[in-house]
């Protein structure tokens, strides 16, 4: 019974922040995302008779703060498949993890694809996509691949992500500048919690739908300046939210600060090049494909930018089988 995925993480153009559910997590408002094809996390997970309990590796790591999470993961799925075995998981990331990138996201995205093969369950895309966001929100987004939509349900049922347009659909690229390795020091389901301490926290979510509409209006355009507009000024909309909440969370560092100005330079010099971000310092840089070398020969030329990796709109969670043990 053992069985190995790879998932994607996912980019939000329009964030996922504040749960109407806790326990569920039913995002506050539906968003916009697209699957990212070179941020992966590839998990493993064998149901084994033998274990007398679970054992959970996250890269290369026995003991984790995610340990926990993901037990509790593995029981959801137990409880589904009527067994009662431990599971061996194992779990790599090809990208810092805990630094705003959605590691999570691809996380339980893989683990939830792994584990309910390994459990032998049959499951539609939209089921594996709930299962997916019990684990960790945005995760369920990183199921159906390419653009995808996360729905904003009322019901664990009506509360899953599925693909609005195919990986294929527009050539753009999502240049990820690592500023820092380093973990933040809140994670983001921490922070979900206190969104609506936030004075603009009612009013944003007022506004979320049509603004849903709109960017995926663009998307089938394919109308590259409106839509970088679009999500630059989401995303500082969405930094407005956790600058404002109670207690504050500041997950920007004096480089990501740099590089927004920077981007907002190049783009006065006729590079049209957008950027957003979520709960962390690292910088995503959207572009047109044509546009790509040019960015990142701007990005070599900083010293705050400690890595570079380059997407495409990727394919979503899909089995492999290159197991990790």
Same mark, same amino acid.
Request: glycine share 6%.
């Given at each position: 019974?053992?069985?190995t995925a790879?998932a994607?993480?996912?980019?939000?153009f329009?964030?996922?922040w504040g749960?109407?559910?806790?326990?569920?997590?039913?995002?506050a408002?539906?968003?916009i995302?697209?699957?990212l094809?070179?941020?992966?996390?590839t998990t493993t997970?064998?149901?084994?008779?033998?274990?007398k309990?679970?054992q959970?590796?996250?890269?290369?790591?026995?003991?984790?703060?995610?340990v926990?999470r993901?037990i509790?993961?593995?029981d959801r799925?137990?409880k589904?498949?009527?067994?009662?075995?431990r599971?061996?998981?194992?779990s790599?990331?090809n990208?810092?993890s805990?630094?705003?990138?959605a590691? $999570?996201?691809?996380g339980?995205? =893989?683990?939830?694809? +792994?584990? !309910?093969k390994a459990? /032998?369950i049959?499951? #539609?895309?939209?089921?594996?996509?709930?299962?997916?966001?019990q684990g960790?929100g945005s995760?369920?987004?990183s199921?159906?691949?390419?653009?995808?939509?996360?729905l904003?349900?009322?019901?664990s049922?009506?509360?899953?992500?599925?693909?609005?347009f195919? $990986?294929?659909?527009?050539?753009i =690229?999502?240049?990820v +500048?690592? !500023?820092s390795?380093? /973990?933040?020091e809140? #994670?983001?389901?921490?922070?979900?919690?206190a969104?609506?301490?936030?004075?603009?926290?009612?009013?944003?979510?007022?506004?979320?739908?049509e603004?849903?509409?709109l960017?995926?209006k663009?998307?089938?355009?394919?109308?590259?300046?409106?839509?970088?507009?679009l999500?630059e000024k989401?995303?500082?909309e969405f930094? +407005?939210?956790?600058l404002t909440?109670?207690?504050?969370?500041?997950?920007?560092?004096?480089?990501t600060v740099l590089?927004?100005?920077?981007?907002?330079?190049?783009?006065?010099?006729?590079?049209l090049?957008?950027f957003t971000?979520d709960?962390?310092?690292?910088?995503?840089?959207i572009?047109?494909?044509?546009?790509v070398?040019k960015?990142?020969?701007k990005?070599?030329?900083?010293?705050?930018?400690k890595?570079?990796?380059?997407?495409?709109?990727g394919?979503?969670?899909r089995?492999?089988?290159?197991?990790l043990?």
């Amino acid at each position: 019974m053992k069985a190995t995925a790879v998932a994607p993480s996912n980019i939000a153009f329009t964030k996922y922040w504040g749960r109407k559910d806790e326990k569920l997590r039913l995002p506050a408002n539906g968003s916009i995302a697209m699957c990212l094809s070179n941020l992966l996390t590839t998990t493993t997970v064998e149901f084994s008779p033998p274990l007398k309990k679970d054992q959970i590796i996250i890269n290369g790591v026995q003991e984790t703060g995610e340990v926990e999470r993901v037990i509790k993961h593995l029981d959801r799925i137990r409880k589904i498949a009527k067994i009662n075995l431990r599971a061996k998981m194992v779990s790599n990331n090809n990208f810092p993890s805990g630094t705003g990138l959605a590691s $999570s996201a691809s996380g339980f995205a =893989a683990l939830t694809l +792994a584990a !309910i093969k390994a459990a /032998r369950i049959s499951l #539609s895309e939209k089921q594996v996509s709930i299962l997916a966001r019990q684990g960790s929100g945005s995760a369920c987004r990183s199921i159906p691949g390419g653009f995808v939509e996360w729905l904003d349900g009322d019901s664990s049922e009506t509360s899953h992500a599925i693909q609005i347009f195919p $990986s294929n659909w527009w050539k753009i =690229a999502n240049v990820v +500048a690592i !500023i820092s390795q380093k /973990r933040k020091e809140v #994670s983001s389901s921490i922070g979900h919690q206190a969104a609506y301490s936030s004075p603009f926290m009612t009013t944003r979510v007022a506004n979320m739908p049509e603004k849903n509409k709109l960017i995926k209006k663009l998307i089938k355009k394919k109308d590259f300046k409106k839509f970088g507009e679009l999500i630059e000024k989401e995303a500082l909309e969405f930094h +407005a939210i956790t600058l404002t909440q109670n207690p504050p969370l500041i997950y920007w560092t004096p480089g990501t600060v740099l590089l927004m100005k920077l981007i907002q330079k190049w783009r006065d010099e006729g590079l049209l090049v957008y950027f957003t971000l979520d709960t962390g310092q690292d910088i995503h840089l959207i572009c047109e494909a044509k546009s790509v070398n040019k960015v990142k020969a701007k990005l070599t030329q900083i010293e705050e930018v400690k890595d570079i990796i380059v997407n495409t709109p990727g394919d979503g969670a899909r089995l492999s089988k290159k197991h990790l043990f």
